[in-house]
């Protein structure tokens, strides 16, 4: 664990933001994983950015992988994000760990998190992700 300093997201109201060679390329105010998915759908070429978000769940973790993150910076992460991060060798600062990330409503855990439990695959994370959002909007 490294110390965090995530004073950039608190100052600018942001939820996440994107780095590349310490220049900020990406923010986004939007929740959940919707600012990485947003980030991949702009269809940036970065490779080893940073990633600089308020929660990092497992879902979250497998798209900042897939935007070629080497580095992901957040107060919070679940317990499983950072084994995913561990199996992909991604430099993780964070505050705390959680077993994991609850939903919105405080009633059970994150169905993007859920979701991918048990996947280490980072495509079939991404396809579930974009499947799981689809059946959430559908309710």
Do not use: W
Not at 28 to 46: M, R
Not at 48 to 72: E, F, R, S, Y
């Amino acid at each position: 664990m490294r110390q965090l300093d995530n004073y950039e997201l608190e100052n600018n109201n942001y939820t996440c933001m994107v780095k590349h060679n310490d220049k900020v390329v990406f923010t986004s105010k939007e929740k959940g994983v919707k600012p990485l998915l947003d980030y991949i759908n702009e269809e940036y070429d970065y490779t080893n950015i940073t990633v600089i978000d308020k929660i990092i769940g497992k879902g979250a973790m497998c798209l900042a992988i897939k935007c070629k993150a080497t580095k992901v910076i957040t107060p919070i992460i679940s317990q499983k994000a950072l084994d995913t991060a561990n199996m992909y060798n991604v430099d993780v600062h964070y505050k705390e760990i959680v077993p994991e990330i609850i939903n919105r409503t405080g009633t059970g855990p994150c169905p993007i998190e859920n979701a991918v439990s048990s996947i280490n695959n980072i495509e079939e994370a991404y396809s579930v992700i974009i499947n799981t959002l689809q059946e959430l909007s559908n309710k």
